[in-house]
């Protein structure tokens, strides 16, 4: 099942096409609610299961938009790739390298990557990834019951103000949190949607021509074990998100555009844009 919210609503799609919550309440009677976060929080889907005799809307009368505006937790995995490790000449950790992000560093689906003023930053790069989506509050979660707490899929933007990194490792939060330095969605994807999680290929494309790409298969820490892994430490809420980290680094500019493509998942697009110093309060 693939879920999805746009400027019209919160909808799940049938082919090319969006079956608006809306409609499905007022067509069979039922109560969804027209937030992903809530749907996410109840588990329920069953009224999702058959969509016989919704006409729903072409996609492409739709606006995406982020599944929702403010997860409680977003969670990123650094160095999972061993290109990514080689391309920033650093060595790969035996433990997943983890940090978190604000939800104030979010930009929507389709809109703008606002880089920051120079003097901030001169030096970024854009990360597609394997985002988790958690489905169930949850601690100390065995490997074997991972499946259980996962809600769905989707495709992820990161990026990193690489030279801010580079003055000190223990930047890495700065400079992962700046505004528009994160995305998620449009498209939330049910594991039962995915043949092989193992066997996607995540993709990061700038103006049209490929970046980066590798196969979840290579990522130094599965899906499934960053889930199981971060349980020992801390309540997984629904809603959470996990970024699993990007094969390689993928610098951008103002004037770019850039896409996260994982086919199966969807893709996630962006403009990038410069940013100028303006002091709001």
Known sequence: MKLMRSAEGAAVLNGDRAVLFDEVNAKRGTRLPNDLLALIESGDLEPLQDLRGLAGVPLTEVTPRLPYARPPKIWCIGLNYKSHAEDLNAVQPDEPASFMKPASCLFEPGGEIVLPPP???????????????????????????VGEVIFGYTTT?????????????????????????????PVIVTPDDIA??????????????????DFVRNMRHLPEKLVSFHSDYFTFEPGDVISTGCPRAARIKPGDTVRSRIDGVGRLDARVTQGARRPTW
């Open 119 to 145: 003097e901030v930053s001169n030096d970024v790069d854009a990360e597609g990834e394997l985002g988790v989506i958690i489905g169930r509050r949850c601690r100390f979660v065995p490997p074997e019951h």
């Open 157 to 185: 933007m990161d990026l990193t103000a690489l030279d801010v990194l580079a003055r000190n490792p223990r930047f890495l939060t700065r400079s992962k949190s700046i505004d528009t330095f994160f995305s998620f969605g």
């Open 196 to 213: 092989d999680v193992a066997g996607l290929e995540v993709i990061t494309e700038i103006n049209g021509a490929v970046g980066s790409r």
